[in-house]
DNA sequence: GATTTAGACTCACTTTTTCTGACCTTAGAT
DNA sequence: ATCTAAGGTCAGAAAAAGTGAGTCTAAATC
């Protein structure tokens, strides 16, 4: 019968949405991932979350975890606590700051496409303050506070363009190649995030898949384009974020070959959004003015 | 168009709760109670909420906080995620320790009333986990992890005993006492957390207030019951946190009159548990088997 | 059968967050 | 006028969370 320390402490509740995402996602990688953290923390969480409990959440071995019958049991009521939770958020959110739009978005479409029609936007839209987050993988729109996700996706959202890749260069260098073959005279430039672009191309090219060795890698696209535009290779180009290049010149396609990706450009935004809101304006002024912006610069 | 820094955090959980507890109860004082943290931590929390949401929760004056239409617009959605949040936990410590039933009560109530009977509980329980733990105020059941609360209140959950208050004295120091006006000589015993105990009593008794001066004061009820014990003076005493030394002659009730208190002892548990629970076959056992207990030691 | 790979764990260390404790301020109540 | 209850502020302390490098294991691949 003792008496207790000084704090009653209920649980932790970082240790309880660490669950919470484990279990949803199914890994602590994965995660990890989502909130932003590397998987040690996520261990580190669990572990003191089933200390606490006094029984394991997770079986673990060495592919990976599963969820043990007191996990899975835990799962749908922790989804639907958070779910709430990130709607009592978005809700406060938008009752704070009703136009502020933020987007989440890759940081080459941010570049490439986004940006360029930007000060459109903005000036068809006074009032409404857009602001822009670079990520590398689309966020979970019920658990982070973005309004609008802009990604390269195959089912989610409303498409705003297909993926259509192809080779491009400067004009000096295209007037070297005539045919694919000659790539392989040429570094062949590509950003690590859009690995395999060279070879879908190719194969959907019904091209032999050796002619593009790899060239030079990029961790960001805009590196890449930039090194194309000063003729240092041949680039495998996304068509809708190059479009501004295309129609100026400054970039060519030198083979008529194009393909198309499974994953188009795609625009989505969290479900039961108010369609007055000023995400939902944002999202529709997207999905329409779909004409190529000028070259700006 | 920054990118944005590696982590794209939602809002910060603590802050959150920190501001729905503070509009649930309505002042930071409140709240910093309930989640057991000093009110300078809580002022600390909504400031930063209300930093990084760019609007204020609250009206802040000096005799308190309001909330504002954006925080009062907030609260519900809040409230509910946290309830769901607490309902989740709860069914998980429950699935993981289904034979665990935690208790919350007063320190005396712990000491003279539950402790006397838990060995035959125990016993009539076997594989039932009883932990105790002593508050000086009741806890919310939704927020917190304990199953069962005993405390004395108004309105909640069922009676088990009405708190019934007179003085209280060693048999050898009743001798020298024959009316109510002896008291003037005498050191009135009392509990910091029952401070207007002797005031209820003289006034059901229709005796005037002078008589009970104020005596030696008591954090914990024990010492003060140990004093009387001891013969250290008369202490005010509730009926059924006492029965045992009644019963067994240690402590004598020198006068007649008696009063009842508004607050009963009452037992509650959370809404909604399953009646073949632990804690509810420990409920049903504590409403039922109300017979006193042997004096122990 | 050897190698690679993905996922998780460990541990020492660092960073960030959270909390306290002492003191100040304010407005209504005594 | 003084008291009291409720907040605010700030420096420093304590606790929590996170990192990063290295290890382990089993499945998949070569």
Not at 2 to 26: D, N, Q, V
Not at 142 to 155: G, H, I, N, V
Not at 183 to 197: H, Q, R
């Amino acid at each position: 019968m003792a008496i207790s320390p000084p704090r009653p402490k209920s649980f932790a509740l970082t240790a309880l949405r660490a669950f919470e995402a484990s279990a949803r996602l199914g890994g602590f990688s994965a995660a990890a991932q989502e909130l932003g953290v590397t998987p040690g923390a996520i261990s580190a969480q669990i572990k003191s979350l089933e200390a606490e409990l006094g029984a394991p959440l997770f079986q673990r071995s060495a592919k990976g975890v599963v969820l043990t019958p007191l996990g899975a049991q835990s799962l749908p009521g922790f989804g639907q606590a958070f779910d709430q939770l990130g709607l009592a958020v978005q809700q406060m959110r938008d009752a704070a700051a009703p136009r502020v739009v933020h987007i989440a978005t890759l940081p080459a479409i941010a570049q490439f496409w986004l940006s360029p029609r930007l000060p459109q936007l903005r000036a068809e839209m006074p009032g409404t303050e857009i602001s822009i987050t670079a990520l590398e993988q689309p966020p979970n729109l019920k658990r982070t506070s973005y309004d609008l996700c802009l990604f390269f996706a195959e089912t989610e959202g409303t498409i705003l363009a297909e993926d259509v890749i192809f080779p491009v260069c400067s004009p000096a260098l295209a007037e070297q190649l005539t045919t694919p073959m000659d790539l392989l005279n040429l570094p062949c430039l590509y950003d690590t995030s859009w690995e395999e672009d060279w070879e879908h191309w190719l194969t959907q090219a019904a091209l032999p898949h050796h002619i593009a060795p790899r060239g030079p890698v990029y961790s960001l696209y805009a590196l890449a384009v930039e090194e194309a535009l000063n003729g240092a290779g041949v680039l495998i180009g996304h068509e809708a974020l190059l479009t501004p290049y295309l129609a100026g010149g400054q970039l060519v396609a030198p083979f008529g070959q194009k393909a198309i990706l499974p994953k188009a450009l795609r625009l989505w935004s969290m479900a039961g959004r108010h369609a007055d809101s000023a995400s939902q304006e944002v999202a529709r002024w997207l999905k329409t003015k779909r004409q190529t912006p000028p070259r700006q610069g």
